[in-house]
């Protein structure tokens, strides 16, 4: 049993940066992928990142690739998403989810979710 807990949501201003983090309880968090998915009002939800249970491997999509950077540090049992050059767009409430296996951009494969947060952007 995983339970996760988003935090550094906000309010900014286009161009800035946010750093989101996720703590996470129990000791076998080191073996969970971890990934960042985001829903705005309206849509659905959708992947932004995953990282393997290592940190040794990451994915983006495509919309945030080259301005966001998903890191963990296991001995924090804790997730991060830096936010850079942030866009209207961006705008959603952010979730942190962990999956028992390999990860994968599709959130029914994720066996725990965080409650989110959220960020919003200003133009």
């Known amino acids: 049993q995983v339970q996760l807990v988003e935090s550094g949501g906000g309010l900014v201003q286009a161009g800035g940066s946010l750093r989101l983090s996720c703590a996470a309880s129990?000791?076998?968090?080191?073996?969970?992928?971890m990934a960042w998915f985001r829903q705005a009002p309206g849509k659905e939800r959708e992947f932004v990142a995953r990282?393997?249970?290592?940190?040794?491997?990451?994915y983006y999509a495509d919309s945030v690739k080259g301005r966001f950077i998903i890191s963990r540090d296991n001995a924090k049992n804790t997730v991060y998403l830096q936010m850079n050059s942030l866009k209207p767009e961006d705008t959603a409430v952010y979730y942190c989810?962990?999956?028992?296996?390999?990860?994968?951009?599709?959130?029914?494969?994720?066996?725990?979710w965080g409650q989110g947060t959220q960020v919003t952007v200003s133009s």
């Open positions: 129990g000791r076998t968090f080191s073996t969970y992928a």
């Open positions: 990282i393997s249970w290592s940190g040794g491997t990451t």
């Open positions: 989810a962990a999956d028992r296996f390999y990860g994968s951009a599709r959130p029914n494969d994720y066996n725990y």
